[in-house]
Structure formats: C-alpha cells, structure tokens
T-cell receptor, first 112, second 109 residues
Framework: KAGVTQTPRYLIKTRGQQVTLSCSPI?????VSWYQQTPGQGLQFLFE???????NKGNFPGRFSGRQFSNSRSEMNVSTLELGDSALYLC???????????FGSGTRLTVV | QQQVKQSPQSLIVQKGGISIINCAYE??????FPWYQQFPGKGPALLIA?????SEKKEGRFTISFNKSAKQFSLHIMDSQPGDSATYFC????????FGKGTRLHILP
C-alpha cells in the first residue's frame, strides 16, 4: 500500500515568489491535512480538507491557501513568499477528519 | 494555537532505562490523544494513541498514561534502545490534531 506522497521534496524560492506543493494521499483516504514544521514552533496546523471542502483552518495569513481535488489529491499554495516561510511542509492523510493521520516525508521549502 | 504543552524539550536516557515524556492539554473537547515518532528526514509516524475513556494503553514497550481530571498524559518507553532515539510529539485532537512542540530523545548506547 503506497504511503502519502509529497512533491517536490526540496524547493528553493526567492522572496516574493509563489509556490505550489502537492500531496497524494493514501488510496481511500479522503481527509488531507497540512502542517508547517519549524524548529522553533514545532508542527503547526495549516488546514484540513475532506471531500474537496476545507473543514478547518489554522492561524496562518491568507497567503497560505489550499485545495483538494475529486481524487483526494491536495495542493497547497503560498503567495508572496517571505523568509519566515522557510520550513518543512508536511501533508497527512486519514480516512476520518482529525483521526489516524499518516504523514508524508514533507517538502523542504527554503526562501532566499 | 498552542493547546498542548510538552516537556521536556530534550531527554537523554541510558540504554535499558525508562524514557518519560509528559504533556498537558487545555482543550477539553479533545477526544483523541496520539503520540508520533519522527526520525530525521522523515515525516512523523503514529506510535500509539489513546481515547480519554481509558487511563492507560500499552503496546509493546510503549505505554500511554492518561489523567483526564488533570488534563495530562504521558508516554513511557520501557527498556529504551538506541533505535528509539528520535523526536516524539504528543497531540490532542477533536476535528483536527494539535501537536506539542516535541521532545528530542537520545538513548545512550
């Protein structure tokens, strides 16, 4: 059974640019959540999607957005990148909202 | 958003010893308390989880102790091994999962 796949694994972007990250959940999982991981703040919740609808959103500015497609694959977009957006972005999928998350290996974003 | 407080930040334990990580939560709506283990370069992996209607859950060398009245729970790793060296995260969940800031555990060989 394939795990959660995140692409790309690494990204380097310039301040002011935008970026799109992709997440393919485990087959049959309809819930996809996104987290930002930094050394100082740990794992911070960005948002969660279930059946193409955003169910929950964390305390991040509107520059952070996401969507989920009919096949449950999800994308996360960050516009007008700032240096502080440098982080590991993790995607997790589950069959139910808020339960039994399986994480991908993440996308390491570096903003220069 | 910090609703789960985790301690200590780092922990060093001798091989064969007991590793103990503690967490406290604020949100009484949480009905699911998982622990995750993360190795460098990998995403967190679910280790063990508990519901608030039980006070203890054991899986192999890993035990969660849960105190609902105190809003605290802890992870005990018995007979700690060098392969257990990782970062551990506790979490609380209702309709989303909120994580503690993590404990970096190092087991001395």
């Amino acid at each position: 059974k394939a795990g959660v796949t995140q692409t790309p694994r690494y990204l380097i972007k310039t301040r002011g640019q935008q970026v799109t990250l992709s997440c393919s959940p485990i087959s049959g999982h309809r819930s996809v959540s996104w987290y930002q991981q930094t050394p100082g703040q740990g794992l911070q919740f960005l948002f969660e999607y279930f059946s193409e609808t955003q169910r929950n959103k964390g305390n991040f500015p509107g520059r952070f957005s996401g969507r989920q497609f009919s096949n449950s694959r999800s994308e996360m977009n960050v516009s007008t990148l700032e240096l502080g957006d440098s982080a590991l972005y993790l995607c997790a999928s589950s069959m139910k909202v808020g339960y039994g998350y399986t994480f991908g290996s993440g996308t390491r974003l570096t903003v220069v | 958003q910090q609703q789960v407080k985790q301690s200590p930040q780092s922990l060093i334990v001798q091989k064969g010893g007991i590793s103990i990580i503690n967490c406290a939560y604020e949100n009484t709506a949480f009905d699911y308390f998982p622990w995750y283990q993360q190795f460098p370069g990998k995403g967190p992996a679910l280790l063990i989880a508990i519901r608030p209607d039980v006070s203890e859950k054991k899986e192999g060398r890993f035990t969660i102790s849960f105190n609902k009245s105190a809003k605290q729970f802890s992870l005990h790793i018995m007979d700690s091994q060098p392969g257990d060296s990782a970062t551990y995260f506790c979490a609380g969940g209702d309709d989303k999962i909120i994580f503690g800031k993590g404990t970096r555990l190092h087991i001395l060989p």
